[in-house]
């Protein structure tokens, strides 16, 4: 005699919505019986009992029965018993609380809500999937055009089948991360052809790199034009006892911020040395790209030019695509310096004018029994800049100020909302205000 397969019996205590769950469980195991061809109402009466489980069972065996019911009448007796069971109420409020997954097709989330709907007793299935679709998918474009086309259930999923495809295709074709590091190429070394192999690249970022790479090779020998410095840097081991020095090209970067070495670079000055790196849990992004650089560690060493040294951090990152020199390491080694025009203006002493105009030209100067208006267009619509956080440390004198040109009447407090808001930006003076 063949073995029973295997097939999970009906937990009733599992909640106290037991009704739609045996209803859900009755239907797998009426496919069972048709797989297992089993047709006489003793034997599908017998499996029911026995792969419903104990508690079911027992259950039955409470039921007022007779010796000869067939299997319809076992069915309908259990149904009957477990329907008074079903929350309308609760089956309505979960299936509300069902919202398409991240990683979830619109089909696959079209399914999940008719499978909840079968117990929430909907006047319109169709229509109160359709809008829960709507209101809670994760596609904005789907829920753009149905709500401007009024779209009904089965035009919306095949709205939505081919939004589905058509950014998948879209995401593939358009896919421009670049994720190694910007580099510069000098000599006559044979390098692989990365513009055919490599990582797409974005039209700006080529364009960038051929700017910089026209600039290198304009560079008059390696002297920096603007602070006299020279190129490249000098990096020495990590390891104190090793006393070999290697000259490393660099690029620097006035936008970065973390110090790069690339993997072929840190094998060429650790070869043969015992020099590990350190894990770190960093996530570095190469400029505009949304994927972060594949790190292999970082390194703590020693670096130097010829009227500088100091001790800096390095990234190392897979790949051989070159060296970033951070702005703050770029500026301690007096290889890059930034600075900001300023104009001054020569003010006159007041024992230039006549006596009788030396009140204009004394004080902050004030209009005063005057009304002005500022003229604006009117087809301008007013604008509302979100605020910017100033820094703890300078948030008492900067109330300081404000109080201090609020005694002046230079500014006035405002109450209630007003059509344009522009947030103050605090610059410190050099005088240290």
């Not at 086309?149 to 998948?168: F, Q, V």
Request: proline fraction near 6%; include cysteine.
């Amino acid at each position: 005699m063949a073995s029973l397969p295997d097939f999970p019996p009906f937990n009733v205590h599992e909640d106290s919505n037991a009704g739609p769950r045996w209803k859900k469980w009755l239907t797998r195991f009426e496919r069972l019986l048709g797989g297992l061809n089993i047709t006489a109402d003793k034997r599908k009466t017998a499996l029911l009992l026995h792969y419903a489980g104990p508690d079911v069972d027992d259950i039955y065996d409470t039921l007022p029965t007779s010796s000869n019911e067939d299997y319809k009448t076992v069915v309908e007796k259990l149904n009957q018993y477990f329907s008074p069971q079903t929350n309308v109420a609760f089956e309505v409020f979960n299936s509300r609380q069902a919202k398409q997954k991240p990683d979830e097709s619109l089909d696959s989330y079209h399914t999940r809500l008719r499978h909840l709907s079968q117990t929430c007793e909907f006047s319109d299935p169709a229509k109160e999937i359709k809008d829960h679709i709507i209101l809670t998918c994760t596609s904005n474009s789907l829920r753009r055009r149905a709500l401007r086309d009024n779209l009904d259930l089965p035009n919306l999923m095949k709205t939505g089948r081919a939004i589905e495809l058509s950014e998948k295709q879209a995401s593939q074709v358009e896919q421009q991360e670049f994720s190694s590091v910007n580099s510069v190429r000098h000599g006559n070394i044979q390098q692989p052809n990365t513009e055919a192999t490599g990582p797409p690249r974005s039209r700006f970022e080529n364009q960038r790199l051929r700017n910089f790479r026209g600039a290198e090779q304009s560079r008059a020998r390696e002297t920096c034009g603007n602070c006299g410095g020279t190129y490249p840097a000098y990096l020495p081991h990590q390891t104190p006892i090793i006393s070999a020095w290697h000259s490393v090209s660099v690029m620097i970067d006035s936008g970065a911020s973390v110090n790069i070495l690339d993997d072929a670079t840190f094998n060429k000055i650790t070869r043969n040395k015992g020099i590990s790196l350190e894990q770190t849990n960093h996530k570095i992004y190469s400029y505009g790209s949304l994927r972060s650089l594949p790190l292999k560690g970082v390194i703590k060493t020693n670096i130097s030019t010829d009227s500088k040294h100091l001790s800096a951090q390095f990234h190392v990152v897979h790949g051989n695509s070159g060296n970033l020199l951070s702005y703050t390491t770029a500026c301690q080694l007096n290889l890059l310096k930034v600075t900001i025009n300023s104009t001054t203006h020569h003010i006159p002493s007041t024992n230039q004018y006549p006596p009788e105009f030396e009140c204009l030209f004394s004080g902050i100067g004030k209009l005063t029994g005057k009304t002005v208006k500022l003229h604006t267009d009117p087809d301008v619509s007013p604008k509302q800049q979100p605020h910017r956080r100033i820094p703890f440390h300078v948030r008492s004198d900067v109330e300081k100020e404000l109080k201090r040109l609020e005694e002046l009447d230079i500014i006035e407090k405002v109450d209630g909302p007003t059509p344009w808001i522009s947030p103050i930006v605090v610059v410190p003076k050099k005088s240290g205000e």
